[in-house]
């Protein structure tokens, strides 16, 4: 999988605005490999949203149809 390009200081921020104080190195990897996993099947789903529509370029609309299946297809698989 490519990687997103989500940089390790950019993770530690979001970490600590979480709350807590200090934040391990292991933590804000793991963030990062987190997002980038995240950020990979958002934009397949919506190179399918494009590809769907007959189109190369994939618009925020795909985006945002692609996330909302996303974290939709993560919430039922909690539910169940």
Not at 15 to 26: A, I, Q, T, Y
């Amino acid at each position: 999988m490519p990687k997103a390009g989500f940089s390790f200081y950019n993770c530690r921020s979001i970490l600590k605005k979480g709350g807590p104080v200090m934040v391990s190195d292991e933590a804000v990897e793991e963030l990062q490999r987190t997002m980038e996993r995240i950020a990979f099947e958002i934009s397949r789903l919506a190179a399918l949203f494009a590809d769907d529509a007959a189109r190369r370029k994939v618009s925020a609309e795909d985006v945002r149809n692609a996330t909302k299946e996303f974290l939709d297809s993560r919430s039922q698989a909690h539910s169940s």
